[in-house]
């Protein structure tokens, strides 16, 4: 089955500094990928779409100069938190659909990274 | 867009009794509907989908139904083993919004 894998799964960073999270779809190729984040005992929040070749969108409220989105393969997107802060840990997941698929497959998603800012 | 509502946020049971999980969406024009399970740590794994065309869909101890008209879908778990302590999130839309989960657990 369709394979996402996610790194790092855990990372801890100083404030200030930008801590970088991959996305690899290992079986499938993905135009579009997706970036949750979740809080502690809460639902998948939907941060942005990440699309390849092109910018990503942002759902509302989500700065856009924070939190940097790449899609430069079919197979790749990363999330780089910049000049993160205390307030930005989390658990971010990411998550990708199987194209070759109709557009009504499931989103398989990576396992997640747990980043911590101190 | 879409928007999802899930209920109840927690759930308990004995070890062998039945759970039920309920969805409710507000687009129409959503036709395929998803149940994640999320283990503490880890991300959503698919445990059973179902797609406008059909109402009910099961997998051994796992099914989900599906009413279009009413705009709600359920997940349906029986003989429940302590293994299926976790959260369980249902989905619908083209981009996939979540429902609130359902901390589901199972007591031996």
């Known amino acids: 089955g369709a394979v996402v894998s996610q790194h790092p799964s855990r990372v801890i960073c100083k404030s200030g500094t930008s801590v970088k999270i991959e996305c690899r779809s290992l079986?499938?190729?993905?135009?579009?990928m997706f970036w949750y984040r979740q809080f502690p005992k809460q639902s998948l929040m939907l941060m942005a779409t990440?699309?390849?070749?092109?910018?990503?969108?942002?759902e509302q409220g989500v700065e856009k100069d924070k939190f940097l989105i790449n899609h430069a393969s079919l197979t790749l997107s990363t999330l780089t938190v910049t000049s993160a802060h205390p307030e930005d840990s989390s658990f971010y997941i990411c998550?990708?659909?199987?194209?070759?698929?109709?557009?009504?497959?499931?989103?398989?998603f990576g396992n997640g990274t747990r980043l911590t800012v101190t | 867009g879409e928007n999802v509502e899930q209920h109840p946020s927690t759930l308990s049971v004995q070890e062998g009794d039945s759970a039920v999980i309920k969805c409710t969406y507000s687009?129409?024009?959503?036709?395929?509907f998803p149940w994640y399970k999320q283990e503490l740590g880890k991300g959503p794994q698919l445990i059973i989908d179902?797609?406008?065309?059909?109402g009910e869909k099961k997998d051994q101890r796992i099914a989900v139904t599906l009413n279009k008209t009413a705009k709600h879908f359920s997940l349906h778990i029986t003989e429940t083993q302590p293994e299926d302590s976790a959260v369980y999130f249902c989905?619908?839309?083209?981009?996939?919004?979540f429902g609130a989960g359902t901390r589901l657990t199972v007591k031996p």
């Open positions: 990440s699309n390849e070749g092109s910018k990503a969108t942002y």
């Open positions: 989905a619908a839309g083209g981009d996939m919004r």
């Open positions: 079986d499938f190729q993905a135009t579009t």
């Open positions: 998550s990708a659909r199987d194209e070759r698929r109709s557009w009504s497959s499931p989103l398989h």
């Open positions: 179902i797609r406008s065309n059909v």
């Open positions: 687009d129409s024009a959503s036709n395929y």
